[in-house]
């Protein structure tokens, strides 16, 4: 099992153009979240997908749209990046059982840097 | 106040010693709490989670909480440099489905050989 797979790895855009982060998970689970990291600031939820055809705003949705593909696939899109969305960004899944145990499992993490 | 806070460090632990990690938190609610080692440029990965009062042992790590006091800590014993890493806390108060998760900004390991 690959786990949580993320494309590219590297990214660098321009002011103004378009992207989508590609995220797939094969652990069968039902959510997915998108994190921005950076430095000094912690991992901060984006957008989640608590199960296929749902979705939802996190704390910093601003300049950012989601899509649930389906029940692996979990894109994320920036429509005009501007440099604030310079940053590492990581997609992870879970379960999403009602278990306090649910855990999230994290991509290897996009670098994308705005100019 | 932030929502989970952690010394950024770096916390600096001969090979060998304890290295303690702490971690507060602001919300009563929460419930579910995890430790996440995370090597530079690399993505988190889960070392251990808790959600009852006290201690649980996973090998050379263990977590504490206390709910009435508001923190968990992470213990390592046996130090290595290979756990020269950067810690991260996370609180969720579970609410039910999904999983809101709140990340401290994690603190900084540096094992001394």
């Known amino acids: 099992n690959a786990g949580v797979t993320q494309t590219p790895k590297f990214q660098v855009l321009k002011t103004g153009q378009s992207m989508t982060l590609q995220c797939a998970q094969d652990?069968?689970?039902?959510?997915m979240y998108w994190y921005r990291q950076d430095p000094g600031m912690g991992l901060r939820l984006i957008y989640y997908?608590?199960?296929?055809?749902?979705?939802d705003k996190g704390e910093v949705p601003n300049g950012y749209n989601v899509s649930r593909l389906n029940k692996r696939e979990f894109s994320l899109r920036l429509e005009s990046a501007a440099p604030s969305q310079t940053s590492v960004y990581f997609c992870?899944?879970?379960?999403?059982?009602?278990?306090?145990?649910?855990?999230?499992?994290f991509g290897p993490g996009t670098r994308l840097t705005v100019l | 106040q932030k929502e989970v806070e952690q010394n950024s460090g770096p916390l600096s632990v001969p090979e060998g010693a304890i290295a303690s990690l702490n971690c507060t938190y602001s919300?009563?609610?929460?419930?579910?709490f995890f430790w996440y080692r995370q090597y530079s440029g690399k993505s988190p990965e889960l070392i251990m989670f808790?959600?009852?009062?006290g201690d649980k042992e996973d090998g050379r790590f263990t977590a504490q909480l206390n709910k009435a006091s508001q923190y968990v800590s992470l213990l390592i014993r046996d130090s290595q440099p290979s756990d020269s890493a950067t810690y991260l806390c996370?609180?969720?108060?579970?609410?039910?489905?999904?999983?809101?998760?709140?990340f401290g900004t994690g603190t900084k390991l540096q094992v001394i050989p």
């Open positions: 996370a609180v969720s108060p579970f609410s039910g489905g999904y999983q809101k998760v709140t």
């Open positions: 997908s608590a199960s296929e055809g749902t979705t």
């Open positions: 992870a899944s879970s379960v999403g059982r009602e278990l306090n145990t649910d855990t999230q499992y």
């Open positions: 652990m069968n689970h039902n959510s």
């Open positions: 808790i959600y009852s009062n």
């Open positions: 919300d009563r609610g929460s419930q579910s």
